[in-house]
C-alpha cells in the first residue's frame, strides 16, 4: 500500500479483481461505490500490464487505487461489467488499444479502430510513424517502404519501356 | 485476359461512334476479368473479421418485422461524428449501438511523446467545449507529479475561466437540445452568451477557441484591461440572457411533453453506468467533485451541490440551468477574493518529475474528467491516461431508448451533452 496526499494505492493481482472490488464496494464501511476511471498500462515488452481502478467512496477523503497486475503474454482478466455496467466502454478501449482480454466480458470488441484492425496502438512496442523504421515491425509490409521496392524485377517481366511509360504518364 | 467481344459492322457507322463502342466493349471485358487476375491483388486478400460478441448478435439479429437504420456518422444531431445503429419496429426503436471511433486521434499516445508543457496544448482540442477543463487536469496532475503548487492568484483565475467556461458549455447545451426538437431560438441565445465569453477568454489567453491557457505551476497571462472590461458588461447582461432562454424554454409547452418523462433514468442506474456531473445530479445523486473531492480553490467559495429529483431529460436541462446561475454565483465570490501577485511558479521549460503517479479529477461541464499521469524521470509521461464523462455516459442510451420513438432517440442524447471530441479522444 502506498499514499500521496489524496490518493490510496493497493496493488493486486489481476485474476482477484472482481472479489477485491466486490468487497470494497459493497462493505458499508468502505462504500466505494462510484468507479472513476478502468484504464491499463503497459510497462514494457519485457514487463506486465497493469489494469488500474480509480473509486470514489464519501466515507473517506482520499481516491482509491487499485492497480491489478496482468501477464503480458497472457493478458487475461476478469470482468468487471458484472459490478459495474458502465465499465463496459473502458474494458473494451483496453481491449481496443492494449489488447487485453476480459473473461465474461459480453461485448469485447474494438471500440475506435476498424473492426479488422490487427494492432494493439497503446502497446509501447508500437512506435509512432516517426519512429517506425526502429520497430521490430518494420518491413513486415513492404508496401509500406518504397525505398525497398525491386522496380528491376517489373521490366524484366514486362519487357522495356514499361517503367518510362509509366513515369512519363505520371 | 481479352474476351472475344463482338463490335457491330462499322461500315454504317462513323469513326466516334467505333471508338465509343470499342471503349464500351473494353470496360466490359475488364470488368468480367476476375478480381484475382490483377497484378498484386492475390497478396493482398479481405482480412478476417473477429467473430461477432454475444451484445452484437444480440443487435444484429433482426426478426420479423424490425429493420436497422443508421444515424450519422455525418447526422447534425449526433454531436459530432459518431453513428448509432438502431433497431427499430416501425417507428419504435428496439436496440442501439453506438459506433465510435470517427473523430479518433490517439490525444494518450501523442501525450506520451509529448513533453509536460506541450500536452496541455494536445488536450485542447478533445473535449472542445470544455477546452479549459481539459487542461486543468492535466496541469493539476503535473504539479502534484512534479511537486509544485501554483501561485494563489493563479489558482483564481483558473477557477474563474473554468466556471466561465461551464457557464458557455451549459448555455450551448440547452441550445443544442431545443434545438434537437425543432426550436431554433433558444439556440442564438446561448451563441450570444457564448460568443460574448468567447470572445472574453480570448482577450485573456489570445486563442478563440483552444485557448492554450494553463501551464504547468500557474497560468499562462495574468488579467487585463480588455479581459476586465468585457467580463463586467458580460455580468451585467447574463442573467437577463439566461431568463431569455429560461422564458422560451422552460414553461414552453412542446419543450416540456418532450422531455418531461423522457429518458428517465434512476440514481442506481445512473452509478453503475458511471454517469457523472449534471446528469447524475439530475438523478438525485449529490456527487460533484468540487465538492466531493475539492481542489484548486473550490474548498474557499460558498456553494451547494444543486440536485434535481426527475432523472429524465427535463431534469438535466433544468440542472444545467441552475448550474449556469450557480456559476455566475461562483464567479462573483472569485472576483470579489481574487489576491494579487505572480500568476506562474518559477518552472523550467522542460520538466522532469521524479519517477510516480498522479491522478487529478476535475468537475466538467460533462462529468467527471480524470487524468492518470505517470512518469518515469523523463521528459515526457510515461502513460497519460484521460477519462473523459461523456465517453462514460454515452453508455446511457442504448439503456435508455428501447420502447421509446426513433424521433425521441436525439432530444435524449442532446439531454446528456456528449461532445464526440472528447468521446473519441
Known sequence: MWTDEDTVEVSISGDRNVAVLQVLRDDPELNFFFLADAAAVDYGPTEHFEVVYHLYSDRHPAWLRVRARVNRADPHVPTITGLWEGAMFHEREMYDMMGILFDGNRDLRRIYMSPDYRSFPQRKDFLLPDDAADSSAAGVRPLERPETWDLSRLSDELGPGVLANAEGES | MTSEVKIPDPIDLDRAEEARLRRVAGLAAQRTTPAGEYAGFESVGLPELPPQTERERQVYTLEEGEMLVNMGPQHPSTHGVMRLVVKVRGEVVTDIDPVLGYLHRGIEKLCEEATYTTVLTYVDPMDYLSTMHNEHAPAIAFEKLYGITPPRRAEYIRALVVELNRIFSHSLMMGFLALDMGGITPILYGFINRDEIVDMLSAISGQRMLFNFFRVGGVNWDTNDEFLSRLGTWRGNVLKNVEMSERVMTDNEVFRARTIGMGTLSGKDAIALGVSGPNLRASGVAFDVRKAHPYSIYPELEFE???????????????????????????????????????QAQVPGIIRPKPGRAYAAIESPRG??????????????????????????????????????????????????????????
Open chain 2, 305 to 343: 451541490v444543486i440536485t434535481q429529483a426527475g432523472g429524465d431529460s427535463n431534469a438535466r436541462y433544468l440542472q444545467r440551468l441552475a448550474e449556469v446561475k450557480q456559476s455566475i454565483h461562483l464567479i462573483d465570490q472569485i472576483i470579489d477574493k481574487m489576491p494579487h501577485g505572480p500568476v
Open chain 2, 368 to 425: 467527471l474528467y480524470s487524468v492518470y499521469a505517470i512518469s518515469d524521470g523523463g521528459p515526457t509521461p510515461y502513460r497519460f491516461r484521460m477519462r473523459d464523462p461523456s465517453f462514460v455516459s454515452l453508455q446511457a442510451i442504448p439503456k435508455l431508448m428501447p420502447g421509446r420513438l426513433i424521433a425521441d432517440t436525439m432530444a435524449v442524447m442532446a439531454s446528456f451533452d456528449p461532445v464526440m471530441g472528447g468521446v473519441d479522444k
